[in-house]
Every structure is written in structure tokens, then in C-alpha cells.
């Protein structure tokens, strides 16, 4: 939470949250990390050279490191696709759930990922995100309370109050 007095102008508030996202390449990168990690205890020379002439047991070995890395995304990641809405095949995203204490980071995080197609504190009104299992939308404070877009308004509610949980995939969308 900000106090007006904190920023001299919006810009300067918008300018703080980029440095935040900047600061966090870690965030985006995780699961890749994970990944790659896993794959490489796996797969590594020494393991697959103990199971020389057996690729059955190699096979086994590289679907291994598939199932724990889904596993991992399962328990901890949600997943969010922009893809349709902004164009790209980039941008298809896994965030650590844990990394985010309330929908407003989960919704920062996102706006900085498409932040040249919308601009700020237009949540839920040029751009929603949705359960792409349910079609159900995430509506914040600004939706809520029918606050016009352009005028910051926080929403500290936790990622599980809004019914977002680790293992969930979300699609960028524009409202209805």
C-alpha cells in the first residue's frame, strides 16, 4: 500500500512498479530453471551411460523428468496465456503462485508483461483474465466497485481469495 504523498504523479508511481517487475527476471525465468534442472539430473551423461543399450530405461528417464516438471507446475505455477490477445506466441507465461501476495501483483506482473496493448488501471475494463477451464472472469476492486479505468485502486485480496490456485491456467482476454 502507497500513500498519495508517496508519489509525486502517477508517473512516478507507474515508474516504481516497472522497477519492481524489473527487478524480479528471476519470476519469469523459474520455470524454465525448473525445467532445464530437472532435465539435466535426468539425462545426464552419467545417468544415460549407466543405462547404455537399455532405451527403454532412457525413455523412462527423460518421461520421468516430464512428469516431475508437470508435477512441479501443478502444485505451484499458474499459468497465464496472452497469446490471442496480444498476437505473439511469446507470451505464454508460468509465475510461481507463491511469488504474488495479492491479485494487484498478479495483475502488475501482467500488465507489464502487455503494457504496449493496454494502459494502466485498465483492469476490467480493456483487459480481463479468465479461467480457462470455467470461462470465469477475475474480477478485482475496480469491477467491483465500478471505479472508472485510469485511477489507481489497489486490491490486496490473496490469489486464493479470488479463486486463483496453483496448477490453474488463465487466458488474457477483452472484456464483454
Excluded: C
Aim: hydrophobic residues 35%; without cysteine.
Amino acid at each position: 500500500m502507497y500513500a498519495p504523498r508517496d508519489f509525486n504523479s502517477d508517473d512516478g508511481f507507474l515508474k516504481a512498479l516497472q522497477e519492481k517487475s524489473e527487478a524480479r527476471p528471476e519470476l519469469k525465468e523459474l520455470d524454465k530453471q525448473i525445467e532445464e534442472k530437472i532435465k539435466s539430473v535426468l539425462t545426464s551423461d552419467k545417468l544415460l551411460s549407466s543405462a547404455n543399450n537399455k532405451p527403454e530405461l532412457q525413455e523412462s528417464l527423460i518421461k520421468a523428468a516430464e512428469k516431475i516438471t508437470n508435477e512441479i507446475r501443478k502444485s505451484s505455477f499458474i499459468t497465464v496465456d496472452a497469446r490471442s490477445f496480444t498476437g505473439s506466441d511469446d507470451d505464454l507465461y508460468e509465475f510461481q503462485a507463491s511469488a504474488f501476495s495479492s491479485l494487484n501483483d498478479l495483475t502488475d506482473e501482467i500488465y507489464f508483461q502487455i503494457n504496449k496493448l493496454v494502459k494502466p488501471y485498465e483492469y476490467g475494463h480493456t483487459w480481463v483474465i479468465k479461467d480457462k477451464a470455467t470461462d470465469a472472469i477475475i474480477k478485482n476492486a475496480r469491477m467491483i466497485t465500478g471505479t472508472k479505468p485510469g485511477i489507481p485502486l489497489p486490491d490486496g485480496r490473496a490469489l486464493w481469495e479470488v479463486g486463483i490456485k496453483p496448477g490453474m491456467t488463465f487466458e488474457v482476454v477483452r472484456p464483454k
